[in-house]
């Protein structure tokens, strides 16, 4: 029985060893080509509907899981000393973090809190370019002054 | 084929397409997942402040460290350190008489027996600190102390009989259970001098660290905070730094 092959080109045969392809192969080439649309069209209805948001949601969610736990970081290793004035570091450490930002985030306001159990925390309020929210991050510092603990 | 080749370089790009929003998605929950991690073990260190706070009334601590290890390592915690970090010499709140003493400013120059934390104390020399900074809590623990400190603290009181801080020595090496009061009479030093108020049986800062998750090196110092500004009985143990490293 003849097999009827559809048009390659030249090279392409060469190349191939072969003079075209089967209609298997084309159900094949279709059935592929089926299942990778089905794979986008889950991909993009799965993650906010269109390939925009999917890229801004990428970008947004690690630029704020990196920003968030830089400063977080920077907030646990500031450590006030016991025996000094909490308040008077502290006002070093927000200029520090107002002037140079941290890992591309701006600064806008950083403000000391002590909690209930006498930890004080930091909190900041910022924000990402490409971001237009304020973003926030509270965390606690890595030492305080004792005197301070009472308040 | 060549449709095949398409339908391929098509898959592919859906793959990256997956990729890119899985490793996003992926790397966000390692961030929220570590936050928590650091936030359970630092949690840690309330053990070991309940530990300390148990401890606080005894007379001495002779046994806080082994006490603590083991809360700790009941915790769930391992390759536990507690470690006295007050008693050596602090050039911010010791008297400028004992710092200028030549023995003291010998082992300065060599950098030996300097501690990092400490209290002022309030007979020795407070340098307008106020309570609970300057307090009564003897400025040693003479059981964690280095014997060249102890030797150099006894010269500078005047205590010429050898054999007593020999002696001295012996007792603190042999973990013979004394307090402040015996030391003093030990070494005829008046317990309202200002060398008194060096030696002591009580740790004012503890350093505690310890390995946990099996990723996590968490350090915390506690101060021992006096009764009153004029007693040296410690009412409770106050965590002042605390700070977790991620192991590479």
Request: net charge negative; charged share 25%.
């Amino acid at each position: 029985m003849k097999t009827t092959r559809f048009g390659l080109s030249g090279s392409m045969k060469t190349l191939l060893n072969d003079d075209g392809f089967t209609f298997v192969e084309t159900l094949l080439a279709v059935a592929i080509s089926l299942v990778v649309s089905v794979a986008v069209c889950l991909a993009y209805s799965a993650f906010w509907g269109n390939s925009k948001n999917l890229f801004k949601g990428c970008y947004k969610a690690n630029a704020l899981a990196k920003s968030d736990m830089a400063i977080r970081r920077r907030i646990r290793e500031f450590v006030v000393p016991y025996w000094s004035n909490g308040e008077m570091e502290f006002a070093e450490f927000r200029d520090s973090l107002m002037e140079c930002g941290v890992e591309g985030a701006t600064i806008l306001s950083c403000s000391l809190k002590i909690y209930g159990d006498g930890w004080a925390g930091v909190r900041c309020l910022y924000t990402l370019p490409g971001i237009d929210e304020t973003l926030c991050v509270e965390e606690r510092v890595g030492g305080f002054p004792v005197l301070e603990e009472r308040r | 084929m060549k449709a095949v080749f398409v339908a391929l370089a098509v898959a592919l790009a859906a793959y990256g397409v997956f990729l890119s929003v899985a490793s996003s998605r992926s790397f966000c929950s390692r961030v929220r997942a570590e936050e928590e991690a650091v936030r359970k073990v630092l949690g840690v260190l309330e053990e070991a402040k309940r530990t300390l706070d148990m401890c606080a009334s005894m007379d001495c601590d002779l046994d806080t460290v082994e006490t603590v290890t083991a809360a700790l390592f009941a915790a769930g915690v391992e390759d536990i350190v507690v470690e006295d970090v007050s008693s050596g010499i602090n050039e911010m709140f010791w008297p400028e008489k004992v710092l200028d003493s030549p023995r003291i400013a010998g082992l300065l120059e060599k950098d030996e027996c300097v501690a990092e934390y400490g209290w002022a104390n309030s007979i020795a020399d407070f340098r307008g600190r106020e309570y609970p900074i300057a307090n009564r809590i003897p400025l040693l623990n003479v059981y964690e102390a280095e014997s060249d400190l102890t030797r150099a603290l006894c010269s500078v009181a005047q205590v010429k009989d050898e054999s007593k801080i020999e002696l001295l020595l012996k007792k603190m090496e042999g973990r013979e259970r004394m307090d402040a009061k015996e030391i003093l009479k030990l070494l005829s030093l008046k317990e309202a001098s200002m060398l008194a108020s060096f030696f002591g049986t009580k740790t004012a800062f503890w350093r505690v660290s310890f390995k946990a998750l099996g990723r996590y090196r968490v350090y915390g110092v506690f101060a021992a905070i006096p009764e009153n500004p004029e007693s040296a009985v410690v009412r409770e143990y106050r965590l002042v730094e605390r700070r977790a490293d991620v192991l590479r």
